[in-house]
């Protein structure tokens, strides 16, 4: 069964910093991975999808990378600002019914 | 614009009083699903459909049911609430990998 891990829960840096938020998940087999933010109270809105054949994406300041062989994705977030204070989710399709399996997230805060 | 549409938004109702949270899309996806998230849990599938009536379980499918009878739309029925099932439901399309997701249904069941 795929389990899909982020960690730490939480992240707080200040304004300006670079990040990274990794993201791990068990069974390397997967279709796709994708990275989304969670603003409170509102729905998830898709940061960037890699597909198992690509190393990387990038979308302006965020880079999201991917080692299907450890079973590991980071995003990278450049300049932090406190806009990018949200909560960030990592999920892994495996092509099976085309479900997604979601991490817990990451809550991170940007201090101005 | 890419378009997934659920309501209500919010909804507070009582145990057992049968409810329907609507989830529609304009971007003539064949697939849709629906997912539950809790605090410590994370999200959960509930239901997905592949296409046009075909539908099937997901990881907590217990308490619900759905139905496609059109493209765009895919209704999340809960027959008989209870309080177990107070969540917050999203409804989610995608094609390609890419996933689109509504603004969410925060229910409260008393």
């Known amino acids: 069964k795929q389990e899909v891990t982020q960690i730490p829960a939480a992240l707080s840096v200040p304004e300006g910093e670079n990040l990274v938020l990794n993201c791990s998940f068990t069974?390397?087999?997967?279709?796709?991975l994708q990275w989304f933010r969670q603003d409170p109270g509102k729905g998830l809105t898709s940061l960037l999808l890699?597909?198992?054949?690509?190393r990387e994406q990038t979308s302006g300041r965020l880079n999201a990378s991917l080692d299907k062989s450890s079973g590991r994705s980071t995003l990278y977030i450049a300049a932090s600002q406190p806009g990018d204070s949200a909560t960030y989710l990592c999920?892994?399709?495996?092509?099976?019914?085309?479900?997604?399996?979601f991490g817990k997230g990451i809550t991170l805060s940007v201090r101005p | 614009e890419a378009q997934v549409t659920q309501n209500p938004r919010y909804l507070i109702t009582v145990t057992g009083k049968k409810l329907t949270v609507t989830c529609s899309q304009n971007?003539?996806?064949?697939?849709m699903s629906w997912y539950r998230q809790d605090p410590g849990l994370g999200l959960r599938q509930i239901y997905y459909?592949?296409?046009?009536?075909?539908?099937d379980k997901g990881d907590v499918p217990e308490g619900y049911k759905v139905s496609r009878k059109e493209k765009r739309n895919f209704p999340l029925i809960l027959e008989s609430p209870s309080p177990n099932q107070t969540s917050l439901y999203f409804c989610?399309?995608?094609?390609?990998?890419?996933?689109?997701f509504g603004q969410g249904t925060r229910l409260t069941v008393v």
């Open positions: 999920a892994v399709d495996t092509g099976a019914n085309s479900k997604l399996t």
């Open positions: 069974d390397s087999a997967i279709y796709n």
């Open positions: 890699i597909q198992s054949s690509q």
């Open positions: 971007m003539n996806h064949e697939y």
């Open positions: 459909s592949m296409n046009v009536e075909v539908t």
């Open positions: 989610a399309t995608h094609r390609t990998g890419l996933a689109f």
